[in-house]
């Protein structure tokens, strides 16, 4: 196996549980992270998908960033922050994990959740904004 997509916490496992529907024949491998069981441990290429400003999300990408480093892998992060509306304490939690994660991993890429709002057309809803995201994310990344 050559890449292996994570979903951290919440948000990044709904993401890649979208991807894993629509995106099932491209060659990747994906995996939700808080299932209980470790990853396939032959990825050379580790993707994490996280969704930061919960409780849950930046640790477990933290950890995933870290089990996969631990396997030679080399690691990339697609962070997305909180809605501005959610506010500070979740934007602080997102600042604090993305940081550690810069630390961690070989890259990361960040995504503000605010930008959804300019994606789809009035009216369409914010479920069709999360896919039209999570296609331009796919699109941009792989």
């Not at 400003?53 to 080399?74: C, M």
Request: glycine letters at 12%; charged letters at 20%.
């Amino acid at each position: 196996m050559n890449q292996l997509v994570i979903g951290a916490g919440g948000a990044g496992s709904a993401i890649v549980k979208r991807w894993r529907a629509s995106h099932a024949d491209g060659g990747v491998t994906f995996w939700i992270g808080h299932t209980g069981e470790p990853p396939p441990p032959d990825a050379r290429q580790v993707v994490v998908v996280v969704g930061l400003g919960g409780r849950t999300g930046g640790l477990a990408a933290i950890a995933e960033v870290f089990r996969a480093k631990a396997r030679d892998a080399k690691t990339t992060v697609l962070a997305i922050l909180p809605f501005s509306f959610e506010g500070l304490l979740r934007r602080t939690r997102a600042q604090a994990s993305l940081a550690a994660l810069r630390e961690a991993a070989d890259a990361v890429h960040v995504f503000a959740n605010d930008d959804l709002f300019g994606a789809v057309s009035t009216g369409q809803g914010l479920q069709a904004a999360y896919r039209f995201c999570d296609e331009a994310l796919w699109l941009k990344n792989f």
